[in-house]
């Protein structure tokens, strides 16, 4: 056969897969939605907008995020994930923080932990006040895990090693009184690591070592609690984290079941999510949730090094 023709037949042969091949749609990657994720950010890394095991995450009113990691990092997102801004504590030789909360005012609050004491930036890493020293006497901490506020300005921190309790300080920093202390119902308090306040200015409490989340009134009265260790619905394991929903019911991050459970004021459990593992929909070691814009929920994925944005 001819050299030419045989070329040319080839050539002819090919010409309409080219076009073909063309119209193949490109590769790309499936939406983020397994088990209502619609967003993550994060990664491991020392970089802006990466996480040493983050450990406490809380949104401001305007709707930015504050996360703090094992790297003794506070960095500032907005509710897209995108990084802002940063700072490190002062101090973190001895140990790094597991709290914090975001005031109305815009106030990041700090429970230094391994420092004894709280605190106090603008929202830009501006210190602007720090209370409290080591030790178990009225104005001191041992291992502060969280703090929160009340309508009057209040202030209110847990702590535990020994202590156990949750204090109460006045808006300018000065101690009042131990409210919660003791045996609650026949069990001490062991490690609450987690306090908030609701729209009725009662207190809710993750007693994370008992397993157990607790309610107060202002004045220190029990008023209800649930919670036994378990992973069925209603049981939880490590509780380190609670937020109040929009609409009134408790959303408990529970670190050992490695999931989210949602209670309503009375107690019972109304649903959960998540699981252990690596995918999306799934969490190893979460530390943190926290309500966002829009009604979004923002879960601290620890030791995923991530974020995952939730729309239920």
Known sequence: ?????????VRSSLR??????????ACSP????????????????MGPGEFGYPRAIAASPDGKLFI?????????FDADGNYETGW???EYVAGKPVGLSVHADGRVFVADTHYHRVMVFDPDGTELARFGSPGNGDGQFQLPTDVTFDVRGFIYVAEYNGNDRVTKWSRDY??????????IDGRPLRRPSAISIDDQQTLWIADAC????????????????????GKDPGEMRYPYDLALTPDGDLLVCEYGNCRLQWFDAAGNSLRTWGGPGRQLGELNSPWGATY?????????????ARVQKIKL
């Open 88 to 90: 490190s504590m002062p």
């Open 210 to 229: 008992n397993h157990r989340i607790l309610r107060f009134d202002l004045d220190g009265n029990l008023l209800a609690q649930f919670g036994r260790m």
């Open 1 to 9: 056969m001819n050299a030419n023709f045989l070329d040319s037949f």
């Open 174 to 183: 000065q101690f009042i009184s131990s409210l919660i202390d003791g045996d």
């Open 16 to 25: 309409p897969l080219v076009p073909f091949f063309l119209l193949l749609p």
């Open 30 to 45: 499936p939406p983020l939605t397994p088990n209502g994720v619609v967003h993550t950010f994060g990664y491991q890394g």
């Open 292 to 304: 966002g814009p829009e009604g979004r929920v923002f879960v601290l994925d620890s030791l995923n």
């Open 68 to 76: 703090v990691d094992k790297t003794a990092r506070i960095q500032r």
